[in-house]
């Protein structure tokens, strides 16, 4: 069976009449058939719409993630560049213990007892008007930190002054750390203990002039038995 109209060609004559109303609006009112292209067109506008509402979604989806990635580089990258400390303190007030110190710099006493020098943390510091004894009011705290705490850097190559001023090792001169008359190779990640004599010197130092230096750290701190005050 053939389309009169077109000429295509159909099995079924149900088919048929299905092409003929579809196609050419052969068996139905000119209204019907005006009212019908109306629907359609109104379904294609439709249709339209929402193909624009859904390529508006997708692009501000797409804005939106494109944010949420750049803020999250953003953190990532600040976090990463953040120089990690390894020594935080614990509780303030979960311990009190004191520790005589000398940073000899050259032959030079640097002194601690200077107003800028004077309470700088509470976790740490001296006080008083006094430069000779550490005050540590906190657990886990180490030497590293509190030189940070005074605008200091300190490690096993370098000391860096507040001022800015490093020495670092060379051919002959070298950093070197004491504690209770000992060498001690951790440095800056030295926990304070109780009641530690510490010396920090820097320079062309042989042993006797270490020894020498080592006399200079007073006996001032206070005698601690317990690791809370």
Known sequence: MNCDSCG???????SLNQHMLDKHGIGVTKHELKERKKSERAEAYASELQKKEKRK???????????VIAVIGIVYAAVSFVPKNTDVPGPLGSTHIHQDFKVIVEGRQLDFSLPRYQVKSQYVHVEGG????????????????????????FNSTCLVLDSGT???????????????ENPN?????????INDKILISYGN???????????????KAPITTTHRG
């Open 205 to 219: 130092e042989d042993q006797e002039e270490i020894e020498r230096q080592l006399t200079f750290i007073t006996n």
């Open 8 to 14: 295509k060609e159909f099995e079924k004559q149900e």
């Open 185 to 193: 190779s951790e440095f800056e990640k030295y926990l304070l203990g």
């Open 130 to 153: 006094d430069g000779d004894v550490i005050h540590v009011h906190a657990t886990g705290v180490t030497i590293g930190f509190f030189l940070r705490s005074l605008g200091f850097k």
């Open 166 to 180: 490093q020495y670092c090792n060379t051919n002959d001169k070298t950093l070197k750390f004491y504690v209770n």
């Open 57 to 67: 979604r997708i692009k501000k989806t797409g804005i939106i993630i494109a944010i």
